[in-house]
């Protein structure tokens, strides 16, 4: 029993330790071709054995964009991912339903920043997940 608590240790707190790492996501929403304004944009880092982490929650400005940054303790890389949360659906504002987006971060970006660019929420992306009321 002992020998096997040995053996585990080592595993168990470079778990908790693990490295830092960081990555930052800079975008520009719109709808229908404006710029999409006060939407909730959030960064998650996608954890294989165990929930996902949020790493950080921001508003899209007045012209739509936004920067967020997040950081992470991992053994392994990390694997972010940005979620939009919005109304925008064929290119016009629905409040009846909230839709999210999820866009992945290609691997690469761990420690710099990634812009997303300018993407148009008036389609549904293949990772979109719909609530109505």
Partial sequence: MQLLLLLLLPVYTYGLLGSKKNVTVAGE?????????????ELWDDNTLNLDSK??????DGTG?????GKTREIRDMK?????????????????CL??????VPKGHQG????????DLKSATKKRN???I
Avoid: E, Q, W
């Fill in 29 to 41: 929403f719109m709808c229908g071709g404006s710029p999409y304004k006060g939407i909730t944009v």
């Fill in 55 to 60: 790493l950080g929650t921001t508003r899209t």
């Fill in 65 to 69: 964009k936004f920067k967020i940054f």
């Fill in 80 to 96: 972010p991912y940005i979620l939009a949360k919005h109304n925008c659906i064929n290119g016009r504002v629905d409040v009846r």
């Fill in 99 to 104: 839709y999210t987006d999820r866009f992945d």
């Fill in 112 to 119: 710099s920043m990634f812009n997303l660019g300018k993407v």
């Fill in 130 to 132: 719909t609530k109505c």
